[in-house]
T-cell receptor, first 111, second 113 residues
């Protein structure tokens, strides 16, 4: 089955710097890659997603890149703000009704 | 729309007790799923359903049962609770699995003593 690895587990940046979180997946059939943000005590919520026929997608300060050949995808947050502090999860979906998550990255943005 | 609603928010059980975690959605989503979240391990899929009457196992199904009698409801049953089942449980739904995101409920924090 699918396996998703996520790095780093913890990331600390200064406000205004960029943050990058990387994920790899194992199943070449995976075709949908969402990213979720979870604030303390809250539910995970989608922040951006990308499909396998697209290499990059941007939404304001957030971007995601996908390398199908290498089976990895990354989340890029520019101009980080304190409210970006949260846990971020990458996920992969093979289209077989199973969304498999990475272990999460705890992002701290220091003011 | 309320989205995905989970009850209860908190629950404490003794080892061996049984209980049902409730999940309901009002978005007419055919796909629903249950995840557990443990520190450092992300979200792990327990069971999922692609429609009324159809369920299947996820990554960590042991110790849990599910059923899907209606499109709206997808309860998760713990038949004999164990301390290893202490976790936060999230129910989620999607309009098109594999193409659109999961919508999560607010979670149930379960402690088994």
């Amino acid at each position: 089955g699918e396996n998703v690895e996520q790095h780093p587990s913890t990331l600390s940046v200064q406000e205004g710097d960029s943050a990058v979180i990387k994920c790899t997946y194992s199943d070449s059939a995976s075709n949908y890659f969402p990213w979720y943000k979870q604030e303390l005590g809250k539910r995970p919520q989608l922040i951006i997603d990308i499909r396998s026929n697209v290499g990059e997608k941007k939404d304001q300060r957030i971007a995601v890149t996908l390398n199908k050949t290498a089976k990895h995808f990354s989340l890029h947050i520019t101009e980080t703000q304190p409210e970006d502090s949260a846990v971020y999860f990458c996920a992969a979906d093979t289209g077989g009704f199973k969304t498999i998550f990475g272990a999460g990255t705890r992002l701290f943005v220091k003011a | 729309n309320a989205g995905v609603t989970q009850t209860p928010k908190f629950q404490v059980l003794k080892t061996g007790q049984s209980m049902t975690l409730q999940c309901a959605q009002d978005m007419n989503h055919e796909y629903m799923s249950w995840y557990r979240q443990d520190p450092g391990m992300g979200l792990r899929l327990i069971h999922y359903s692609v429609g009324a009457g159809i369920t299947d196992q996820g990554e960590v199904p042991n110790g849990y049962n599910v059923s899907r009698s209606t499109t709206e409801d997808f309860p998760l049953r713990l038949l004999s609770a164990a301390p290893s089942q202490t976790s936060v449980y999230f129910c989620a739904s999607s309009s098109s699995p594999g193409n659109s995101p999961l919508h999560f409920g607010n979670g149930t924090r379960l402690t088994v003593t």
